[in-house]
């Protein structure tokens, strides 16, 4: 199964790369992106390496929901240790320290790197697109944002996995739910988007 997983990463992988080359030869250069973060498609490609390197080592896909329910059951058996160890979930999955929660925990330091050297850290509450539509509240921003969080959590767990889970990790192994999750995910994005940040 891991070499399997391995090798249909490398191959959905190299159709990408493959497609990079196509847009090299039409005149567009991956490497050249003037904007002030690190280029999309350099990372991407390290996002594809990645999946190979976890689907090889670790024969586990890419995922983060997952790392919401463990913390969840964590604090837990700190605070109702009997009630949370009755639970279907917690019985079939512990809730301990394991490479998913590293993993979430190495995404967050990476994000820093990732912003403090392109030059993307800002002293700043709210983004100027947010300001712009609604305004100067940091209560309203932080209310729509947690609220916007536990909807994402609760479609992810719903789904069996969220945009790492299903957006990566599965739709490099071809996995038909997978695309369609993918898919959903970008129709509710835009969806969203225009509901939130259409002017009438």
Known sequence: MKTDRFITAILVTGVGACGLAQAAEVGID??????PAWS??????????LSWLTFYFADKPIGAS?????????IGKRLARKHTERLAYYRSHPPQLDWGFVFVLATIAGG????????EIRNEWLPPMWADR?????ALRALVGFCGGVLMA?????????TSGHGISGTLQLNAGSWLAALFMFIGGIATAMLLYHTP
């Open 154 to 162: 609760f479609g992810a767990r719903l789904a069996g996995g969220c």
């Open 40 to 49: 999309p498609f350099i990372v991407g490609a390290g996002i594809g390496v």
């Open 66 to 74: 997952s790392f919401y329910a463990t913390v969840a059951g964590l």
């Open 134 to 138: 609604f305004g100067e509240s940091v």
């Open 112 to 119: 820093f790197v990732a912003a403090w050297s392109g030059g």
């Open 30 to 35: 991956s490497t050249a992106y003037d904007g």
